[in-house]
Antibody, heavy 123, light 107 residues
Framework: EVQLLESGGGLVQPGGSLRLSCAASGFSFPAYTMTWVRQAPGKGLEWVSSISNSGGTTYYADSVKGRFTISRDNSKNTLFLQMHSLRGEDTAVYYC????????????????WGQGTMVTVSS | DIQLTQSPSFLSTSVGDRVTITCRASQGISTYLAWYQQKPGKAPKLLIYLASILQSGVPSRFSGSGSGTEFTLTISSLQPEDFATYYCQQLNSYPLTFGGGTKVEIK
């Protein structure tokens, strides 16, 4: 079964740091671009960051650029999001998601999502 | 950045109704658009990609259309399990962006 399982969320003070992990199983993790998407309580979806299959190319939303770092360990089928200088507006459920591919063509749509991990930034 | 504007943001409707949700992009994105369904406490589910291609396993009452800057998601006959929030997302370029969502509720 194709599965993504996030962990590492929790309560952190403003200015603090947190590292999220996403363990992948059931598919060839090293072959796929992976993404983090977040959702603040009661709000819509916000794309956060994406990383290419090799890890050599990364993309960030302006709202997190310079504070968050996406990375991956293909030997352990795991995606990471290192978050620094956390703010109240970073409070959200963080989802990792797998890019959808049909045959040899891949699209920036997400067909496999984790269950999400909650990050709360508050004093 | 490409902005996506969904309308309406809220829809009160009944089982069996035909529902249409619109998503407008701030610049042309060809057909690089996806639609998702999200239920409370759950991760989003991909319904449609490339504006009109139904994801495997999604009921045929869902359909998508459009290109350029205007797109629609149509549910031909709303079923009880379709009450949820729907989001569009552009696949065209980074930063990837989502629409603000349309909540479909029971009248």
């Amino acid at each position: 079964e194709v599965q993504l399982l996030e962990s590492g969320g929790g309560l952190v003070q403003p200015g603090g740091s947190l590292r999220l992990s996403c363990a992948a199983s059931g598919f060839s993790f090293p072959a796929y671009t992976m993404t983090w998407v977040r959702q603040a309580p009661g709000k819509g979806l916000e794309w956060v960051s994406s990383i290419s299959n090799s890890g050599g190319t990364t993309y960030y939303a302006d709202s997190v650029k310079g504070r968050f770092t996406i990375s991956r360990d293909n030997s352990k089928n795991t995606l990471f999001l290192q978050m620094h200088s956390l703010r109240g507006e970073d409070t959200a459920v963080y989802y990792c998601a797998k890019r959808y591919c049909s045959g040899d063509t891949c699209y920036n749509a997400f067909h496999i999502w984790g269950q999400g991990t909650m990050v709360t930034v508050s004093s | 950045d490409i902005q996506l504007t969904q309308s309406p943001s809220f829809l009160s409707t009944s089982v069996g109704d035909r529902v249409t949700i619109t998503c407008r992009a701030s610049q042309g994105i060809s057909t690089y658009l996806a639609w998702y369904q999200q239920k409370p406490g759950k991760a989003p589910k991909l319904l449609i990609y490339l504006a009109s291609i139904l994801q495997s396993g999604v009921p045929s009452r869902f359909s998508g259309s459009g290109s350029g800057t205007e797109f629609t998601l149509t549910i031909s006959s709303l079923q009880p399990e379709d009450f949820a929030t729907y989001y569009c997302q552009q696949l065209n370029s980074y930063p990837l962006t989502f629409g603000g969502g349309t909540k479909v509720e029971i009248k």
